[in-house]
């Protein structure tokens, strides 16, 4: 956008077009018909009741206007244009994703390369789709799918990272306690979850690291089983480790509700909590845990 203004400057605009069937009529001209670009955006506030309906009032201006880098032009210069003569507030973000290709190929019927997420999800499940996408592409930049990295990803990352990370806890603490009460903390490992770089990704719109950064803090979890060997501790000992490692899972299901909310559900109801808010991302809440162990989270591919 910013190299085509700097070569083109910005010029009148036409809002009419002729030589069309269809469209609404210019009131002075029924020769014209209103740009469909025009009077396509006018929508984003016209259905809201602009000016004086309460529903505009509650959601204009937009958060994040989210948009494909195909109609950028529209969103990023036409847009702001119409806003700025009505002197209606600008979105406050508009955010611009890139497009897919398969194994490095534009997507086309011609090419017979076309995906069909319905048929995916079916085969490995919503969660498992969303989360790929998600860490897989850079948000904003134009991503490349296919069926081995989707695999690669549930099996590595969501099969093994988080989804024996909870097996392994549940089992640990079912097989010592019926309820685990409240307990000292370990603040080693609570210590290492860095909840604000994962705001800081978040308010960029880096959906990727973010998610990156949730499981770094997954993967140091694992990282503190496997070096304290909770299952050779006793007594407050055992209570301190496995408390912390279930208030790491609840923190942990609230990080990724936004991103895999069925799997965020699955965890809560084996931990037996509701989904806690982002301003629950702090450990030391729970007075007690009953655990009801579930079906593994995810089987491999």
């Not at 969103?75 to 897919?100: C, N, T």
């Not at 880096?206 to 501790?233: R, S, T």
């Not at 936004?258 to 982002?278: A, C, M, Y």
């Amino acid at each position: 956008i910013i190299k085509r203004l700097e070569k083109y400057g910005l010029k009148d605009l036409s809002v009419s077009r002729t030589k069309l069937d269809w469209g609404i009529d210019v009131p002075f001209d029924n020769n014209h018909k209103i740009y469909v670009w025009f009077d396509a955006l006018i929508n984003y506030v016209s259905a809201l009741g602009y000016p004086k309906d309460n529903k505009f009032k509650k959601y204009w201006p937009a958060d994040a206007h989210l948009i494909g880098k195909g109609i950028n032009w529209f969103h990023s210069v036409i847009w702001p244009g119409i806003l700025f003569s009505a002197g209606i507030e600008q979105p406050k973000h508009i955010v611009v994703h890139g497009y897919l290709t398969v194994n490095g190929q534009k997507i086309g019927k011609s090419l017979g390369n076309v995906v069909d997420p319905i048929s995916l999800i079916k085969k490995y499940g919503v969660d498992p789709l969303r989360y790929f996408l998600i860490r897989e592409i850079p948000f904003g930049e134009d991503g490349d799918f296919s069926e081995e990295a989707l695999k690669n990803r549930i099996n590595n990352e969501l099969a093994n990272d988080l989804g024996n990370l909870v097996s392994r806890v549940l089992t640990l603490v079912e097989k010592n306690f019926n309820i685990l009460k409240k307990s000292e903390l370990d603040n080693k490992l609570t210590s290492k979850l860095d909840l604000n770089k994962i705001n800081e990704y978040m308010d960029k719109f880096e959906l990727h690291n973010a998610l990156a950064e949730i499981w770094k803090f997954i993967n140091e979890v694992n990282k503190h089983i496997n070096e304290e060997k909770p299952w050779g501790l006793k007594g407050k000992e055992l209570e301190k480790h496995l408390y912390t490692l279930l208030e790491c899972l609840r923190v942990i299901s609230i990080l990724i509700s936004s991103f895999i909310p069925e799997t965020s559900d699955r965890i809560n109801k084996q931990l037996g909590v509701k989904l806690g808010k982002l301003d629950e991302c702090k450990f030391w809440l729970v007075k007690e845990y009953k655990i009801k162990k579930g079906e593994i989270l995810f089987k491999k591919v």
